[in-house]
Nanobody, 121 residues
Framework: QVQLVESGGGLVQAGDSLRLSCAAS????????MGWFRQAPGKEREFVAA????????NYAVSVKGRFTISRDNAKNTVYLQMNNLKPEDTAVYSC??????????????WGQGTQVTVSS
């Protein structure tokens, strides 16, 4: 079992930056690929980014590529999502997930509860 707790969300203006963190506890963090997903009101949850167990491979959604950066610190059992040049369409609840398999077809086994990101225009 892995427990995931996100933090770092908030209300910002368009063009601002935020860094989300996801702290993991339980089974060995480095056993899992880690991902970020988001869900806007009235929309389905969508993939944002994923990183392999030791950070060698990374995958981004087209909509965030070049603006968001995913990273992880296995010594701290934490995965991060640096979000720059935020846009109103980035407004959503952001959740982290731990999974296995390919980061290009991320299969989530554990989920955090999410953190709200709101970007005003």
């Amino acid at each position: 079992q892995v427990q995931l707790v996100e933090s770092g969300g908030g209300l910002v203006q368009a063009g601002d930056s935020l860094r989300l963190s996801c702290a993991a506890s339980g089974r060995a963090f480095s056993n899992y690929n880690m991902g970020w997903f988001r869900q806007a009101p009235g929309k389905e949850r969508e993939f944002v980014a994923a990183i392999s167990r030791y950070g060698v491979n990374i995958n981004y959604a087209v909509s965030v590529k070049g603006r968001f950066t995913i990273s992880r610190d296995n010594a701290k059992n934490t995965v991060y999502l640096q979000m720059n040049n935020l846009k109103p369409e980035d407004t959503a609840v952001y959740s982290c997930a731990a999974g296995d398999g390919s980061i290009y077809s991320f299969s989530s086994r554990y989920w955090g509860q999410g953190t709200q990101v709101t970007v005003s225009s």
